[in-house]
């Protein structure tokens, strides 16, 4: 049998010597015939060669994306490892075991997500390595060089002399020694209070004296819940604390009621499952870190950054006081000569509107720098110098076409614990039909929070942050979903968020004034919770 290599040069002889003949019955080829057969094979040469660049640039690319994707595959399985280490029981602490009845699927929901903390980077701090953003806060510098010296001129001007005055400052941040001492009881109580009334609940006694026990530790959180929620309402309506005062008391008493909370809720269920078997309680020095990290969900351990970048510390509160006389400006500026004399004027509906108008770029940048100051520099100053390494207090809101969108990422540190306390457990005791439900829990829980802390902040009650939140954002919610990602979404988004703030500071402005140039003849019930705005025009 002939091999097939011979077949294919016998039959490859005779195609060779028909193509070395000359056509045209012998004649030979014309010059324009051996030019186009050199252009064309010219053209299948370079056609030939681009395709084999092209062949071996896609396969250089495929193999870029493997590489690419096997690194980020694993960096997160360092990462779970990692976690699933620092998450794994002390010696003599028994293993975390699922219930029989964990798969339900009421308990689905808080099984699946809990909140994991991995070492990150503040959003804004990774944005600043970015020149073009840089050039944005750097323009938001310059504004504030330009409210001093606008106030420098209009001293000189009107005065005759060069001199800024903090008159609003410094009556804002008033009897501040008051409330710090304030705050003392009120943190020992948050630190001794919870932490004892767990070590009665974890020590292996008998029934009787388990019961005994459990009683005094529960008399110990009711006299925690007292001190926190008595204790800052007696001094600031007893001695009549400024807004910045107050500001400072209100948010430590709602942070450390979160906390305390969140470390029972964290840890109790797993005593009380172990109730009589000796289970050690968390270690005080875990949860007096818990009390100054920046986080409201309680761990055992966080991940921490190897050591602590003092200059970055003191740049992050500098930025803060630069926040604070910022806001300080802007009010002395562009609210107190418009709202100052408004409850003085007769009532029309034009100059109502007007004012909301007016107070829309205040209000803008108020929440702004609110943003800045205690979201980005007080939280990152705080967690630099604590080594906290999970910097991740807010996402990129600024971007959101949606309100539900904007209002998970404008505040991750409050979210978390809403999501994980009042979202979840929702769920977990109503089942996980109860989704409606449980958003509007969340909703109202954030809504009466807001409330409260404006009320006692500004000293009355006027609830326009209680309407905002419930009438309009939350049917905003609802109609302004996820599935709406243009950008015609996030200017509707943002233009929502002006007025919202014109509202706010329009309000409340007219309502600070008001109290002061029409004050109740007699205190009464309805005198206090009815705005005073609404009466005082003369």
């Not at 410094?170 to 020694?177: A, D, E, W």
């Amino acid at each position: 049998m002939e091999p097939r290599a011979a077949r294919l040069r016998r039959r490859a002889g005779p195609r060779r010597e028909k193509e070395d003949q000359p056509s045209g019955g012998g004649e030979p080829p014309s010059r324009g015939a051996e030019s186009s057969g050199e252009v064309g094979g010219n053209a299948e040469m370079l056609e030939g060669l681009d395709l084999v660049q092209w062949t071996q640039h896609m396969e250089a690319v495929k193999t870029q994306l493997l590489e690419q994707a096997q690194r980020q595959l694993l960096e997160l399985l360092d990462r779970a490892v990692s976690e699933s280490v620092q998450s794994y029981p002390p010696r003599g602490r028994p293993r975390p075991t699922i219930p029989s009845d964990s798969l339900s699927k009421t308990q689905e929901p808080s099984l699946r997500k809990r909140k994991v903390f991995i070492i990150r980077k503040s959003l804004l701090d990774e944005l600043m390595e970015v020149q073009h953003f840089r050039t944005i806060y750097h323009m938001f510098i310059a504004g504030l060089c330009v409210f001093i010296i606008s106030t420098l001129a209009i001293d000189f001007i009107d005065e005759g002399r060069l001199m800024l005055e903090f008159d609003l400052l410094i009556f804002s941040f008033g009897q501040l020694p008051l409330a710090l001492m304030t705050w003392v009881p009120m943190f020992l109580s948050t630190l001794l209070a919870p932490y004892q009334a767990l070590r009665l609940w974890a020590r292996p006694q008998a029934a009787r004296a388990w019961t005994l026990g459990a009683g005094l530790g529960c008399v110990f959180l009711a006299a925690h819940i007292a001190v926190l929620g008595i204790l800052p309402v007696h001094v600031a309506v007893e001695y009549q604390l400024p807004p910045a005062s107050s500001c400072v008391l209100v948010f430590e008493q709602v942070r450390l009621l979160m906390k305390s909370y969140s470390f029972l809720r964290e840890v109790v269920p797993g005593i009380l499952r172990a109730r009589g078997e000796g289970v050690p309680a968390p270690s005080f020095s875990s949860y007096l870190y818990f009390l100054f990290c920046p986080t409201l969900i309680y761990r055992e351990t966080y991940p921490r950054t190897p050591n602590v970048r003092w200059n970055y510390v003191a740049k992050n509160f500098s930025q803060a006081f630069g926040c604070v006389l910022y806001a300080c400006f802007i009010l002395g500026r562009l609210c107190v000569p418009v709202f100052a004399n408004m409850s003085q004027e007769p009532f029309s509906t034009r100059a109502l509107v007007l004012s909301v108008m007016h107070a829309t770029l205040p209000g803008i940048f108020m929440l702004l720098l609110t943003f800045f100051a205690f979201l980005h520099c007080w939280l990152n100053a705080f967690a630099e110098m604590l080594r906290f390494g999970d910097r991740m207090f807010y996402r990129d809101w600024w971007n959101s076409t949606s309100f539900s969108n904007y209002y998970r990422t404008w505040n991750v540190v409050v979210h978390d614990w809403l999501y994980s306390y009042i979202y979840q457990d929702g769920l977990w005791l109503l089942g996980s039909q109860a989704r409606g439900v449980a958003m509007l829990g969340v909703f109202l829980v954030s809504a009466v929070v807001h409330e409260y802390i404006f009320c006692f902040v500004l000293g009355f009650f006027y609830p326009v942050m209680l309407i905002l939140f419930l009438v309009i954002g939350g049917p905003m919610n609802f109609m302004m979903h996820d599935r709406h990602t243009g950008p015609a979404w996030n200017v509707l988004m943002w233009t929502m968020l002006f007025l919202g703030q014109g509202i706010q500071v329009s309000l409340y402005c007219q309502e600070w004034y008001a109290r002061r140039h029409c004050p109740l003849p007699q205190t009464t019930f309805w005198g206090l919770v009815t705005p005073r705005s609404w009466s005082c025009h003369t």
